[in-house]
Every structure is written in structure tokens, then in C-alpha cells.
Nanobody, 126 residues
Framework: QVQLIESGGGLVQAGGSLRLSCAASRRTFSNYAMGWFRQAPGKERDFVAAINWSGGSTSYADSVKGRFTISRDNAKNTVYLQMNSLKPEDTAVYYC???????????????????WGQGTQVTVSS
């Protein structure tokens, strides 16, 4: 079972930036696509961004396109989410996840992910 540990969350003013990191415990990290999801209080957990196993293909939710960038460093078993131009509506707990199947493209549906981190809180003040 892979362990995923997110970090980098915090409180930031609107218009600011944060960089989230997600470190994976297994050396097979590079075989799997990774994703970021977020969940605001009282809402569903929604897709934010995903990256394929090699880092050569990405996918984003419309609400974050042009502001967020997902990347990965397979040598460090880590995936990142650079968040710029943050808005109050970006406030949520952010989760990283690993797909259930290896060698896939960037997946956007929750059911395609089998391992999840504990989440990191991002709060954007207006």
C-alpha cells in the first residue's frame, strides 16, 4: 500500500500563490498517474488536476486552468501543484491521489484512484 503525504497548504490572501507537494512512499511511483482533488465544506470532492505517469500529459478542471500547474519529479517520488492567482473559492482541503492502474493518462474521475493522502488545508482570504 502506497502512502501519500501532502504538504504546503496554508492561509494566503486572494491573488497569492501556494505550492503543494505530495510525497509517495513507494518506488513504483513513476508507473502511476497522479491527481489532485479538493473538497470544500459541505461539498463533493472535486477533480483539480492530473498528470500521467511520465509527466508528459496533464489535465485540469476548467476552474483552475491557467492558474494551477501540476508537475512531478519521479526521482523524488513527488507530485506538485503550483497554485497562482488564488481566489477565495479555491478554499478547500486538497488531496493527492494515485491511480489504481499503472501507465495510464491523466485521469479525472475519483473512482479511478485507489490511494489517497490525508489532505492539506488551503484557505484563501478575500
Amino acid at each position: 500500500q502506497v502512502q501519500l503525504i501532502e504538504s504546503g497548504g496554508g492561509l494566503v490572501q486572494a491573488g497569492g500563490s501556494l505550492r503543494l507537494s505530495c510525497a509517495a512512499s513507494r518506488r513504483t511511483f513513476s508507473n502511476y498517474a497522479m491527481g489532485w482533488f479538493r473538497q470544500a465544506p459541505g461539498k463533493e470532492r472535486d477533480f483539480v488536476a492530473a498528470i500521467n505517469w511520465s509527466g508528459g500529459s496533464t489535465s485540469y478542471a476548467d476552474s483552475v486552468k491557467g492558474r494551477f500547474t501540476i508537475s512531478r519529479d519521479n526521482a523524488k517520488n513527488t507530485v506538485y501543484l503550483q497554485m497562482n492567482s488564488l481566489k477565495p473559492e479555491d478554499t478547500a482541503v486538497y488531496y493527492c491521489a494515485r491511480t489504481s492502474l499503472p501507465m495510464t493518462g491523466p485521469r479525472t474521475e475519483k473512482y479511478e484512484y485507489g490511494s489517497w493522502g490525508q489532505g492539506t488545508q488551503v484557505t484563501v482570504s478575500s
